[in-house]
């Protein structure tokens, strides 16, 4: 599954990796925690087709465990830093913490990270939840509704 959204966008998202669904039908965030990934954006004012969506491994590992290192490693080098290339996005919303391990570079836990931007080898990033904890814990999500209520600033001032 490489992702979903226009050629250029101004923002990415980055997940952690395909669940059962996302494999299945080959698109990102389509299934429960899609949903929820749909409402966090239409909360914001972003529409699902202005962004593009992606993961940080493109296949789901065996037995729905995190993505190894040195798979982060191969699908960072491999897709990931291509697509970013390609799409160009002003800002690279990462959610949860293995795409922050992956771009970041970061074992920081990510309560202490979340919400504030990054900027590394020229990119902006913004550290945040994964849907799927928003969906568990609800001080989670509503951390997850003010950082996406934050790109609506950044879409609306560009900075």
Request: hydrophobic content about 45%; some cysteine; glycine content about 12%.
């Given at each position: 599954?490489p992702?979903?959204?226009p050629?250029i966008?101004?923002?990415m998202f980055?997940?952690?990796?395909?669940?059962?669904q996302?494999?299945a039908?080959g698109r990102?965030?389509?299934?429960?925690s899609?949903r929820?990934?749909?409402?966090?954006?239409d909360?914001a004012?972003?529409?699902?087709g202005?962004?593009f969506?992606?993961s940080s491994?493109k296949?789901?590992?065996?037995?729905?465990?995190?993505?190894?290192?040195?798979?982060?490693?191969l699908c960072r080098?491999?897709?990931?830093?291509?697509?970013v290339?390609c799409?160009?996005?002003?800002?690279?919303?990462l959610?949860?913490?293995?795409?922050?391990?992956?771009?970041?570079?970061?074992t920081t836990p990510?309560?202490?990270?979340?919400?504030?931007?990054?900027r590394?080898?020229g990119?902006?990033?913004?550290?945040?939840?994964?849907p799927?904890?928003?969906?568990r814990?609800?001080?989670?999500?509503a951390?997850?509704?003010e950082d996406?209520?934050r790109?609506?600033?950044h879409?609306?001032?560009?900075r």
């Open positions: 599954m992702g979903e959204g050629a966008a101004p923002f980055v997940g952690e990796a395909p669940g059962a996302e494999d039908t990102p965030f389509c299934g429960r899609g929820f990934f749909d409402d966090l954006l909360h004012g972003l529409d699902r202005a962004v969506v992606t491994v296949c789901r590992p065996p037995g729905n465990r995190d993505p190894r290192v040195d798979e982060l490693r080098e491999a897709w990931l830093e291509r697509q290339a799409v160009g996005p002003r800002l690279i919303v959610m949860g913490t293995v795409p922050v391990r992956q771009m970041l570079g970061r990510l309560k202490s990270l979340r919400g504030t931007p990054v590394r080898a990119r902006m990033f913004l550290p945040t939840y994964h799927a904890a928003g969906m814990f609800p001080a989670i999500a951390a997850l509704r996406f209520c790109l609506r600033i879409a609306e001032t560009g």
